[in-house]
C-alpha cells in the first residue's frame, strides 16, 4: 500500500465481486455491457439481471469509455463499465487502456465516492501482456490522482498469484520513480 495525496492505493489478491469496503468496482466489460466470461461474467452474476437491464440502456460503449450503474445484489452500490482495448487489435492500447482508469476514476470521483476497486483491464480474454498492461495502468491512476477530490482508496483486485506480483511489484517500482521526481 502507498499514499499519495491522502489517496491510498494498494493491490490485493482477490475476487473483485467480494469488496465489500468499497463504493465503485469497475466491470472490464464489452461494448455491449453484456454478461460474458471473467470479470464481467463474475460481476453480472453476481449482481443478478437487473444489472445487465440497466447496462442496456447505455450500451454501445466505445473503448476507453465508462459508464456507471447500481451494484444490485453486489456488496458495493454502484459498478462502472468499462471497454478495456484487445490488445492485438487496437493500434494504440496503452492510450485506450489509460482511457478506461482515468474515465472510471473520474466518473466515481464527481459522483463523490471514496473509494474504488479496479480488476487488470484487458488482461484475459483481450490478450494485453499483464507486465505491460500493469505499467499502464498505474501510471495512469498515478497521473490522475491530482485531480481527484473524494476519492480516498484505489484498489486494483487482482484474481491470481502471478497478476497480483505483478501488479504489486509495479505499484512500488512507479511509486518509488515518482517519488523521486517530486
Same mark, same amino acid.
Request: no cysteine; glycine share 6%; charged share 20%.
Given at each position: 500500500m502507498v499514499k499519495i #495525496? #491522502? /489517496?491510498?492505493i494498494e493491490c490485493v489478491k482477490g475476487d473483485i465481486t467480494e469488496q465489500k469496503d468499497i463504493d465503485v468496482i469497475v466491470n472490464a466489460a464489452n461494448k455491449y455491457l453484456s454478461p460474458g466470461g471473467g470479470v464481467a461474467g463474475a460481476?453480472?452474476?453476481k449482481a443478478g439481471p437487473l444489472l445487465y437491464e440497466e447496462c442496456k440502456k447505455y450500451a454501445p460503449i466505445n473503448t476507453g469509455e465508462a459508464v456507471i450503474t447500481k451494484g444490485y445484489n453486489l456488496p458495493n452500490p454502484y459498478v462502472i463499465h468499462t471497454v478495456g482495448p484487445v490488445y492485438s487489435e487496437e493500434k494504440n492500447p496503452a492510450e485506450k487502456l489509460t482511457l478506461c482508469f482515468k474515465n472510471s476514476l473520474k466518473l466515481a470521483d464527481n459522483k463523490g465516492l471514496k473509494s474504488i476497486a479496479f480488476p487488470a483491464i484487458?488482461?484475459?480474454? =483481450?490478450?494485453?501482456?499483464?507486465?505491460e498492461a500493469s505499467e %499502464?495502468?498505474?501510471k495512469a491512476v498515478l497521473e490522475t490522482i491530482p485531480e481527484l477530490k473524494s476519492i480516498k &482508496? /484505489?484498489?486494483? %483486485? &487482482? =484474481?491470481?498469484?502471478k497478476t497480483y506480483s505483478i501488479f504489486a511489484q509495479k505499484l512500488e517500482e512507479l511509486t518509488k520513480k515518482n517519488e523521486r521526481k517530486s
Open positions: #495525496n #491522502n /489517496i491510498e460481476i453480472h452474476k484487458s488482461t484475459g480474454i =483481450f490478450g494485453y501482456p499483464v507486465e %499502464v495502468s498505474i &482508496l /484505489i484498489r486494483f %483486485v &487482482l =484474481f491470481d498469484e
